[in-house]
């Protein structure tokens, strides 16, 4: 299996290093996990020829930001912060993983990051605990097929998410 290595933004404290060194080991088995996801054969520059206001060149904007490109089979991870807005810092990724799980996605990486997370950074729990009812209150995401919603507008999947009514 080729060697995955997390380039998130980088981090200084021990604590967060040592998360990062876990993820870093864990992506290979979740993607052993979940080897029956189709990657989506799209690069950055193939999502920012969507419609402006669609997830898919939100998603390009994300990796143009970040640069760096979609990891095969793994692309939906990366719409999850874009379309929940965490970033990519350790404690924003441990966030939206406790938001995931409060969402109604309880995998074996999500877990995992959530109590390697709690155990190392205790003082963020109000974060954490907040992100995790934040999405027991939203609509469940957990089953969407994001490859399909590349150019549905961003702004109308993140109300139905978070329950918000249009404004006109």
């Known amino acids: 299996m080729k060697h995955i290595e ?3 933004q980088s981090e200084s404290s021990f604590r967060a290093k040592a998360v990062l060194w876990l993820l870093e080991k ?3 088995i979740h993607a052993r996990l979940n080897k029956q996801r189709i990657a989506w054969g799209l690069k950055s520059g193939d999502l920012l020829n969507c419609a402006k206001e669609s997830l898919g060149h939100a998603l390009g904007l994300f990796y143009k930001k970040e640069k760096f490109e979609p ?3 793994a692309e939906r991870h990366d719409v ?7 970033s990519t810092n350790v ?7 406790f938001f995931l799980l409060g969402n109604g996605k309880p995998s074996f990486f999500t877990i995992g990051t959530c109590m390697i997370t709690i155990l190392l950074f205790p003082n963020q729990f109000s974060y954490f605990l907040d992100a995790y009812q934040k999405g027991k209150r939203s609509t469940s995401i957990r089953d969407w097929n994001f ?3 590349l150019n549905v507008n961003m702004n109308d999947l993140q109300n139905k998410i978070f329950n918000l009514k249009h404004k006109l």
């Open 80 to 86: 999850f912060h874009v379309l929940l807005g965490y």
């Open 91 to 97: 404690i924003d990724e441990a966030a939206m993983q």
């Open 26 to 28: 864990g992506v290979p």
């Open 6 to 8: 997390i380039n998130y």
């Open 71 to 73: 990891i095969p089979k």
């Open 147 to 149: 490859k399909l919603l």
